[in-house]
């Protein structure tokens, strides 16, 4: 760029709210993608830029050992569908 050449900004929009309201969300589980309900707790700039936290499984199984590995996780829009119960 030259020095009479504006500069380009580009900025990311995340249209996902932090609030309690869960969303389905892919996850793995025994070494395979199931959906899970989760909530999203944060974004960041890095990629993957969303961070999920598992509540339960489709079904409202909470038991720990029904639940992914890790309770949090880093994952992209593909990953997440909006749910209402």
Same mark, same amino acid.
């Given at each position: 760029?030259?020095?009479?050449e504006?500069?380009?900004?580009? #900025?990311?929009?995340l #249209?996902?709210t932090?609030?309690?309201?869960?969303?389905?969300?892919?996850?793995l589980? @025994?070494?395979?993608?199931?959906?899970?309900?989760?909530?999203v707790?944060?974004?960041r700039t890095?990629?993957?830029?969303?961070?999920?936290?598992?509540?339960? #499984?489709?079904?409202?199984?909470t038991n720990p050992i @029904?639940?992914?590995?890790?309770?949090?996780a880093?994952?992209?829009? @593909?990953?997440?569908?909006?749910k209402?119960?």
């Amino acid at each position: 760029m030259g020095h009479g050449e504006p500069k380009l900004t580009l #900025t990311l929009t995340l #249209t996902l709210t932090l609030t309690p309201n869960p969303n389905l969300n892919q996850g793995l589980h @025994a070494g395979s993608r199931k959906r899970f309900k989760a909530q999203v707790v944060s974004h960041r700039t890095q990629f993957p830029r969303i961070v999920v936290k598992y509540m339960s #499984t489709e079904d409202d199984n909470t038991n720990p050992i @029904a639940l992914p590995e890790m309770p949090t996780a880093y994952v992209t829009m @593909a990953d997440i569908e909006p749910k209402d119960w």
